[in-house]
């Protein structure tokens, strides 16, 4: 990992809510890319089984635990949670994550048969409901539309899309971007400040319009840049 | 115009607020295009100058006069005035716009220090509040953060970006998708129902980050349709 820059070289990866297919998906990308990571879940157990699977597909050991001791562990900390439960795990794990960049991926949406919509978010989107929570760490949105079957789909060895990074430090911005750098395809671009990251998180229901429209797996670009 | 889809050929555009950059910058690629243009604004007869500044900068004849002259006269009238005065002008103009696509152009934005943010709306964007005003109209969200720098531009023949649709009546989308089209380099792109418009239309503080951060004059493009 010599030519990553410092700031994620040798970095360990935790994902929170790792077992889902985002957060699987963000697994074996950064796996792939030579980073420690550790899939966290509520049951370590089923986390293990996988990270076992994902081990034995890429080749590539990933761990799998409970999230408080993946939280425990990750320099890094990557949230793929069920927005559902946001608030409760990040308040159980603030300890955890203090002094460490925490990276909101949620999706706050509901879905009906008219398909996605953006729920509302008291602290306006699910990485201020984040950084309100986390003080003690720093707080960043992003990966939010990144596909996870392209992410999970192991012919597609370039991702392409941009990943918008939103936060309020720009070092902790700049480590995401390179951070996301790290995934064939994908270019970590700055995308704001955290109090611009709604619109950041509900564009995902505009892209399940899209792959429904276009019977697609959309992501985006931002151009001139 | 024997090229155009039957659903925009021959058609009068109405740009309401057309002397502001975004709006003149519509104005003349739609009348490059080949479509009949009227700028609308509150001042008749400052439309009337700016409409004169166009036709003679780029040899085409585009009409100014007021918001009301313009939604009467147009066939498709796009609304691009400051969100301040969206609400009113809308209901002043609800009967003249009766039974025509209207196609809300307007990002309700706040500015500070900081840069750009999305401004709360009581119906959830400029859009919905189009539709719930313009009840007798079919209201399409489109256009929003197409640069106004890169229309106005006239070394800038190929404008590189999508323009996502958005709207609840596949005709209507379908229409104003085709009129995207009609701008070199642009796509027209259906991003979902207008419910979903509220993201769109943010979209663009972040698009104003992005420039501020890359100097830049960035648009999004969706990948893998």
């Known amino acids: 990992m010599s030519s990553l820059p410092e700031s994620i070289a040798g970095k360990t990866l935790a994902v929170l809510g790792g077992t889902g297919p985002q957060g699987r998906g963000l697994a074996r990308r950064f796996a792939q890319a030579g980073f420690a990571v550790i899939i966290g879940g509520r049951n370590a157990m089923r986390s293990s089984e996988v990270a076992d ?17 993946a939280a425990t562990n990750g320099d890094i900390v990557l949230v793929v ?18 002094g ?31 950084a309100a929570i986390l003080t003690d760490s720093t707080v ?9 079957v392209v992410l999970e789909d192991p ?9 918008l990074v939103l936060g309020d430090d720009r070092e902790a911005t700049d480590t995401i971007q390179a951070l996301a750098d790290v995934i064939p395809g ?36 931002a151009t001139d840049i």
């Open 155 to 163: 012919e597609i060895t370039e991702v392409n899309t941009d990943v």
């Open 186 to 221: 994908v270019r970590g671009v700055y995308g704001g400040r955290i109090r611009n990251a709604h619109q950041v998180e509900a564009l995902t229901a505009n892209l399940i319009s899209i792959n429904r429209r276009y019977k697609a797996h959309a992501g985006i670009r």
């Open 53 to 69: 699977a994902l081990s034995a597909e890429i080749g590539i050991g990933v761990a799998g635990t409970d999230n408080l001791t």
């Open 100 to 130: 460490k960049i925490v990276v909101d991926c949620v999706n706050p949406l509901g879905f009906d048969k008219q398909g996605a919509y953006a729920l509302p978010v008291e602290e306006g989107s699910a990485t201020q409901q984040a």
């Open 81 to 98: 949670v069920p927005w559902e439960g946001h608030a409760e795990l990040l308040t159980e794990l603030k300890p955890a994550l203090a």
């Open 140 to 148: 960043v949105g992003a990966f939010h539309s990144v596909s996870a």
